[in-house]
């Protein structure tokens, strides 16, 4: 009963950790439009992944510009997901206040298969920016990022 509780828990903050942006309260004027595409909380993340492993990795020009096309591709992929997990919280929430063990259960079954289709695209993205990196980078990611033996690392287990 442990397990059970304990993976639900790694799923609903794994779920919450990737649903809880919050949307912007108004639609912005076209003035401020630039800064609200800078500021929108996923594409912030996005543009510091790409300054990070700029940094690290010393990527070029090119090779930003694809990292940039990648991320943006795997954001897209997983907005659905983001939905689908954010409903599924929200009916997980109301399954446990009505006491319904069979529907919790169901529910989390559920989210699992969903968190695992999360993970592989992460994984597949990861896949494709190691892919446009020269040997040298290679090394270099496996080492910052810690991806040289799993798509989470090797830490902790």
Known sequence: MKNKIAIFGA????????????APASSPTPSQSSSAVQNHPRRAW???????????L???QDQQMRVKGI???AREQNQPMRAQLRDERMALRNAMKT???AQIDHITQSNAALNAKVEANHVKTMAKIYSILTPDQKAAFDHEFGHG???????GV
């Open 149 to 155: 033996g799993s798509a989470r690392g090797e830490k």
């Open 58 to 60: 010393n990527l070029t």
């Open 46 to 56: 996005q543009a510091r992944m790409v300054k990070r492993m700029t940094e690290r």
């Open 11 to 22: 799923s609903l903050l794994m779920a919450g950790a990737l649903v809880a942006q919050k």
């Open 99 to 101: 006491d319904s063990l």
């Open 71 to 73: 991320l943006k591709e």
